[in-house]
């Protein structure tokens, strides 16, 4: 036993394992524990810890060495016998805010009972290892052999609550889903509860990309656990030297994106920096450096950023936002038009920050907090009713309107004016409008228009060519950059894109498209396989499903309660999952869907799965109006007859009183079209669409109404549940 422990000590720093020979006798590696299982309580220390620890202790790998990657790193031999206190000081010079009495005596904990369990193990040890997208930190990470274990501790508990479990769960999922050394490895998360006294039986279960599932112990379990894993798990051991420096690349929500923004993080530190999504970082660099000679000359500017559905359009917008602070002349606003997007996002930053300041022994009222949110998201029709009080210009100089598109016509917002604010005779469209009123500045302006194509699903949305009249008609002094995507047919952006090309204050940039879709990590082409599927274009179609579907799971059912099982049985930890139809869904009550009952989307979004308004349980079904901008990590679509494949293309319905009618106006179909489209892209991991068998004996939901859409579902390849 003695050793190995000195053969795994003389190790180079980071190797997980201990010498050794293979059957054929050459040098081989393997992950070992060099002892028998003893149970400690939390505050124990067992005949090593008696040992004197005044040896030298070589320097550990350090934050400022991976960029805050984790704050306090080496291997377990090293970490055995370093003063427990020099590693809290290590922490403590790598923290990012100000360590307290609690937390140092926390980390103290923590070390002590480690370095009691973990002394007779060769490996690697990282504290407050960085998840970039949750904006969180795993109290330990281990990598032993073939085996990462993500650790947490929660001191002073006796029991084990589900969210901590769902927390320990999460960081599993992040390090498999984001940290590419991490694609391949056994993942075993562990959740300890430093003052309970006894747990169930644990089982080591593997889900099929080998995370396990999470592990709930006592501090007196905490040792079988490692050793049942190290004598289960028999792959080659890791290089966790290697894997402490790997690259991360998450893909944030866009709930947590703007979470992450506002507490000051980067694009860059939230966000994919890998080869097929970089554009989204040239990008921002792209739109910042428009903004800065804008100021810098004294020009005013328009921008025309586009990209495929889940690019990270909202994700650039919001990043030029938070950069912006509101005390600098370059303050930035982010505007919208989809309401449930800012009432969602704003709710999220107000209770993000509220806890933030909470735990920093802050006393603040929840609607302080809020208000100052406001001051960054907005609802773009409320910024343009600020410009009918106030003939003056904005404060800001810098604003961003999401979904541009979906900007209202002359003849949309000329009724509103005269509904709603008694303004007769209004003779602008909402476009030309919002162009004025940041015309009013004299000094300089930016406007950056986020477009997403094939996402009008509103009546009297103006599409991205009123924009591009407007100010071809009456801003000539306007600079225009625009992405050179817009000519794509999605954009519609017609004839007045080829007039305003010959404007000398025109110019194309291709860094400003995206064209990646990030929403699903899973599998990029998503949005490329729903195109082919609404387009008709059946070989496409099959084709772009049979390259996602290993990675992004799509089934098909008409059984509801089979469609349920089947995302209830895929989420992890805190995946969120959902229920979604179209707004002209009508028929689906027989099911228990009435998408007439009103959704909150806070409440859907962000509550937990205890709350009865949130998507977790699966009994209050979101529309495209709710959904747009928005995503789930599993979705479950519900088609309805609104919608049907008659064997070559689509029809369209409209249910009014007791029966179905065909929509004839184009317009109103290409909104139902896109209304499928919406949400069929919101899923990150994966969806089952259910096409109920409908009934013979009922004439609007004759069953000639879904068999025609199933039937073609099925032909892409997609695989039916019961």
Not at 121 to 146: H, Q, Y
Request: with cysteine; proline share 4%.
């Amino acid at each position: 036993m003695l050793q190995h422990r000195r053969l795994a000590m003389a190790l180079p720093r980071g190797r997980l394992v201990r010498q050794g020979t293979d059957s054929r006798g050459e040098a081989a590696t393997t992950s070992t524990r060099l002892r028998p299982t003893v149970c400690k309580k939390m505050s124990s220390r067992g005949s090593s810890a008696d040992k004197t620890r005044r040896v030298e202790v070589s320097t550990p790998v350090t934050a400022r060495v991976t960029s805050l990657r984790f704050w306090y790193g080496a291997s377990i031999p090293d970490f055995a016998v370093a003063s427990a206190e020099e590693i809290v000081g290590q922490l403590t010079l790598n923290s990012s805010f100000d360590v307290d009495r609690t937390q140092a005596a926390a980390w103290l904990a923590e070390i002590e009972f480690l370095q009691s369990e973990l002394d007779d193990l060769a490996g690697s040890i990282f504290f407050e290892f960085n998840i970039p997208r949750m904006g969180r930190r795993i109290d330990v990470v281990l990598v032993i052999g073939p085996v990462i274990f993500a650790v947490e501790f929660k001191v002073g508990e006796k029991t084990f609550d589900r969210s901590a479990i769902d927390q320990v769960w999460d960081y599993g999922l992040d390090l498999k889903n984001f940290h590419e050394a991490s694609h391949d490895a056994s993942i075993i998360p562990i959740l300890i509860a430093t003052e309970a006294t006894e747990c169930p039986p644990f089982e080591l279960h593997s889900d099929a990309d080998k995370l396990y599932r999470p592990i709930a112990v006592d501090p007196q379990s905490f040792g079988s656990v490692v050793d049942a894993a190290l004598a289960k798990v028999t792959e080659a051991p890791l290089d966790a030297a290697a894997w402490s420096r790997a690259s991360y690349h998450p893909t944030p929500t866009i709930v947590e994106a703007a979470r992450a923004l506002y507490a000051q993080h980067s694009v860059e530190a939230i966000a994919r920096f890998d080869a097929g999504a970089q554009n989204l970082h040239v990008t921002s660099r792209r739109i910042e450096e428009l903004v800065d000679e804008a100021q810098a000359k004294g020009r005013k500017r328009i921008c025309f950023v586009t990209g495929v559905p889940g690019a990270g359009k909202t994700l650039v917008g919001l990043n030029l936002a938070t950069r912006r602070d509101e005390n600098e002349p370059t303050h930035a606003v982010f505007l919208s038009g989809n309401d449930p997007l800012v009432k969602v996002l704003r709710e999220a930053l107000t209770r993000d920050e509220v806890a933030r300041r909470k735990k920093q022994g802050e006393k603040v009222r929840k609607g302080t907090v809020g208000e100052s949110v406001k001051a960054f998201i907005q609802n773009v029709h409320h910024f343009r009713d600020d410009a009918l009080i106030d003939v003056g210009p904005p404060i800001e100089h810098v604003v961003i309107f999401d979904e541009a598109q979906r900007a209202w016509n002359l003849k949309q917002t000329a009724s509103f004016m005269r509904r709603k604010k008694r303004v007769a005779g209004f003779a602008d469209s909402e476009p030309e409008f919002l162009i004025a009123y940041m015309d009013r500045r004299e000094d300089w302006a930016v406007i950056v228009c986020l477009v997403g194509g094939g996402q009008e699903i509103n009546t009297g949305e103006a599409g991205i060519d009123a924009w591009l009249d407007a100010v071809n008609r009456r801003f000539p002094d306007w600079e225009m950059f625009i992405s050179d995507r817009l000519t794509d047919t999605e954009y519609a952006a017609g004839r007045v894109l080829e007039i305003v090309r010959e404007r000398p204050q025109t110019k194309f940039d291709d860094s400003l498209h995206l064209a990646v879709s990030m929403r699903s990590f899973r599998a990029e082409n998503v949005s490329a396989f729903v195109k082919a599927l609404l387009d008709c274009d059946k070989a496409e179609a099959k084709k772009a499903f049979a390259e996602l579907s290993e990675r992004y799971p799509i089934a098909i059912t008409r059984d509801l309660n089979a469609a349920k099982r089947w995302i209830r049985e895929r989420a992890r930890g805190s995946e969120r999952y959902g229920l979604v139809a179209s707004s002209k869904a009508m028929r689906l009550k027989p099911h228990a869907i009435d998408i007439r009952v009103s959704v909150n989307p806070v409440h859907y979004f962000l509550n937990d799965r205890d709350d009865i308004r949130s998507s977790y349980y699966l009994e209050d079904t979101a529309t495209e109006f709710q959904v747009q901008g928005l995503e789930l990590d599993w979705v479950c679509v519900n088609w309805d007859g609104d919608f049907r494949f008659n064997g070559s293309n689509w029809n369209y319905h409209d249910f009014r009183g007791k029966r179905w009618f065909n929509i004839s106006n184009a317009d109103n179909r290409n909104y139902l079209r896109n209304a499928y489209r919406v949400l069929l892209t919101r899923a990150r991991q994966g969806m089952v669409v259910f096409v109920p068998s409908g009934d013979s004996a009922d004439p609007t939901r004759s069953p000639g109404f879904y068999d025609s859409t199933f039937k073609y579902l099925k032909e892409l390849g997609i695989s039916e549940i019961r």
